[in-house]
């Protein structure tokens, strides 16, 4: 079953809530701002919001919760911000994966790991072999990610073995592709939260968003929590998912 079917059918079958949702968490920065600290404490207190959302993730009983860590877009901000993110990502995996583990959460990284400061590699990688049993929630995390690259590195992928004579080009579709993106066998998300008013994808799951329901929500992320989560749901909830069809009405 391609990686759709698996996501058409998880929204046809669900009672009340998302098996797999997605978070852009915004707004650090302008949450900061607003009440005149650093960007670095805005990040900080972002990470305490992710603690959060992780438990009530648990609490609710989602299954994959997928996070944008960092994008390739990223880059092009100042160092010392950057520097920033990096020592928080490295005092989270130190500090909390010991309590992710225990609570069985099993850890996934997609996105470009080439070119990573080797320490980090390290740490993604022991967080994913620590982790790799559990199947309480699938916290994948895109660190260093952007779909756009994904999906050319997906193509790329896949032109090398037309190239090498171990594929027919005539085979190629949607569904084959999806097989060559990051983590192919996770569904792909229900939901797809935004936090801090924006409105777009910002390059984050374009193909496996595809069909998920999108929420905006004019939190800035440090002040997101399960309640602002609950309330997603409950909008998500609302929603009639067709992916392209008709959904059937009963006589009254």
């Not at 980090?120 to 990688?125: A, R, W």
């Not at 690259?149 to 190629?172: H, S």
């Amino acid at each position: 079953m391609s990686n759709a079917a698996v996501s058409v059918r998880q929204g046809a079958d669900r009672s009340d809530g998302p098996l797999h949702f997605a978070l852009i968490m915004d707004g650090n920065g302008r949450w900061a701002a607003a009440r005149g600290l650093p960007r670095a404490e805005g990040h900080r207190r972002g990470v305490e919001a992710l603690r959060r959302v992780v438990r009530a993730a648990h609490e609710l009983g989602i299954r994959h919760l997928t996070i944008f860590s960092f994008s390739a877009e990223n880059w092009s901000r100042p160092a010392s911000e950057i520097g920033d993110l990096f020592g928080l990502l490295r005092r989270f995996i130190r500090n909390d994966l010991a309590t992710l583990h225990r609570d069985g959460v099993r850890v996934r990284v997609i996105g470009e790991r080439e070119g990573l400061d080797g320490d980090i590699c390290s740490l993604l990688n022991e967080a994913e072999e620590l982790t790799r049993s559990n199947t309480r929630l699938n916290l994948v995390v895109a660190f260093n990610y952007g779909s756009r690259q994904e999906i050319a590195r997906a193509a790329k992928r896949l032109a090398r073995e037309v190239a090498e004579g171990k594929r027919d080009p005539d085979t190629i579709d949607a569904d084959v592709l999806g097989q060559y993106l990051d983590a192919p066998d996770i569904p792909h998300p229900d939901l797809l939260i935004r936090t801090s008013g924006e409105q777009r994808l910002s390059n984050f799951l374009m193909w496996q968003a595809a069909y998920s329901e999108l929420v905006f929500v004019p939190i800035h992320w440090p002040d997101f929590d399960k309640a602002a989560l609950e309330e997603a749901i409950a909008e998500y909830a609302r929603r009639e998912r067709r992916f392209g069809g008709l959904v059937a009405k009963t006589a009254s």
